[in-house]
């Protein structure tokens, strides 16, 4: 399936293998720049791997990956992971404070987050400024969630990678994180590549997607495809599996 | 002491058997292959340790000395079995303690460069060094499982492999050192240290028993934050690739 867009990561015959058990075979394909691009699958069809290849995490057994034209290996591990930033599923934080989470990017590079520059941020994500001097131990899943967003977004990504981060939480934290990453990609041009399990979630969100099954992807186009797929084995994961 | 009053002494032993038998631990076995290993092996060295001392010969010091490491690094490097080269990081360790804590005390005069000193010393300074090693690995790859998330954490967001172990690799070294700092706030106070009773049984002035006992303490200190640091990092690169990835286990 051809589609006009710029890619902003692009996958050639990517493999990928641990202990001689293969978790990604034959990727080919790309996340189209400056869209919402939503991965969906059954658990243990590769999607993390996937996005931990992306950020530099893993390296692939063999194929290549382009980050915007240019080899991934050709990036410093370091600037590629500030390039191509990403919010983990179980949203880690480090103990003590919010404003100790969001000036940790910078304080790995030796610098110090100005404490309104914090304020700004934390009002971008819809927490107030209140919450800077609060213990990580006092956040509900949401804030968690929406401070690990804000925390990767201190880096300035191009490209942001979500992990399965509204698996967790209630309806009201669900909607809200998903108004944020819809305001992130149209505020700032951000690409957005984001693993969901919420079908409807990719529907109404997404504007491309890729399903996995089994390390392959085993289908991509507009989000729309998930109505009707062409795919038997992703209709019958569509039928069974949307929420 | 005679060997009649030695052999007098295995009423000691001879109680924990009757209350092993007694009370069905099972522990007979064990206890009479313990007290037959540490009657031969601890005769043994004292006969090789007579040799050794009367010879003045710096080679069997050497031999003696390198013995004490390979046995300590053998018994240390189990512990650390999922780290890469373990066995060299610990080996080297161990010399590098060796030579400094030799090198100070022989270097500034403080013991004098005799087989007496310098064996007894080292098995002091290699045996500490040797625990010290085990609670370290014990703790690292503990820590190291059970915090892969905040490592990867901080890797994602453009940490260097340093940063991203810093705080365990910290706190493994902590731990590893608490032991020693620890005995050494209640000593005098709860027990008295073996080497000082074993001196002062021998007939050696109390204060000069405790002065030596202090220059013990002191070395030991060195030695666990010296073996701590210097394991650790000399470990933790292991566990990174070229590309600042954690090596990932299936």
């Known amino acids: 399936m051809t589609m006009d867009y710029k890619p902003a990561i692009h996958f050639n015959h990517v493999d990928y293998s641990i202990d001689g058990n293969q978790i990604l075979r034959g990727i080919t394909g790309s996340f189209p720049q400056g869209k919402i691009t939503t991965l969906v699958g059954p658990s243990g069809a590769g999607k993390t791997t996937l996005l931990k290849l992306c950020n530099g995490l893993l390296s692939p057994g063999s194929g290549e990956i382009y980050i915007k034209d240019k080899e991934i290996n050709g990036f410093e591990p370091v600037e590629l992971r500030r390039k191509v930033g990403i919010a983990l599923q179980s949203a880690p934080m480090v103990s003590g404070t919010v404003y100790k989470n969001l000036a940790l990017p910078l304080e790995l590079r030796g610098e110090k987050y100005d404490r309104k520059e914090a304020e700004s941020l934390l009002r971008d994500v819809g927490l107030g400024e209140s919450f800077l001097d609060r213990k990580i131990t006092d956040l509900s899943g949401g804030q968690r969630q929406k401070v690990s967003i804000a925390r990767t977004l201190v880096n300035k990504p191009e490209i942001l990678l979500l992990d399965e981060i509204t698996s967790s939480l209630d309806r009201t934290s669900l909607k809200e ?67 | 002491m005679t060997y009649l009053t030695l052999s007098i002494t295995l009423i000691f032993v001879v109680i924990p058997l009757v209350l092993s038998k007694t009370l069905n631990l099972g522990l007979e076995r064990d206890t009479i292959i313990a007290t037959v290993r540490s009657i031969i092996q601890l005769l043994l060295v004292g006969f090789i340790l007579k040799f050794v001392f009367d010879s003045e010969s710096l080679l069997y010091i050497f031999l003696m000395v390198t013995l004490m490491i390979v046995a300590a690094t053998h018994n240390a490097r189990n512990k650390g079995a999922s780290i890469k080269g373990i066995t060299w990081k610990v080996a080297v360790t161990l010399i590098f303690v060796e030579v400094l ?150």
């Open chain 1, 177 to 243: 994180v998903e108004e944020l990453i819809t305001l992130i990609n149209r505020k700032y041009g951000t690409t957005i590549i984001w693993i969901t399990h919420n079908l409807q979630q990719a529907l109404e969100i997404g504007d491309y997607t890729w399903v996995m099954m089994d390390g392959e992807v085993a289908e991509t186009g507009e989000s729309e495809l998930l109505r009707s797929p062409a795919n038997d084995r992703v209709k019958a994961f569509v039928q069974g599996g949307a929420q």
């Open chain 2, 101 to 250: 804590t030799q090198g100070i005390l022989i270097g500034l005069d403080i013991t004098p460069p005799t087989a007496q000193y310098i064996i007894s010393i080292s098995g002091m300074v290699i045996g500490n060094s040797m625990v010290l090693s085990i609670l370290f690995l014990n703790r690292f790859t503990a820590e190291v499982e059970s915090h892969q998330d905040e490592t990867e954490l901080v890797l994602s967001l453009g940490g260097t492999p340093k940063q991203a172990i810093h705080n365990q690799l910290i706190n493994s070294i902590k731990a590893s050192m608490i032991p020693t700092i620890e005995s050494q706030k209640t000593v005098g106070l709860v027990q008295l240290p073996g080497m000082m009773s074993g001196q002062i049984i021998a007939g050696a002035d109390p204060i000069q028993a405790v002065q030596f006992q202090l220059l013990i303490m002191f070395l030991l200190l060195t030695t666990a934050a010296v073996t701590s640091v210097m394991l650790g990092f000399l470990s933790y690169p292991t566990l990174f690739n070229q590309r600042m990835q954690l090596i990932q286990k299936s």
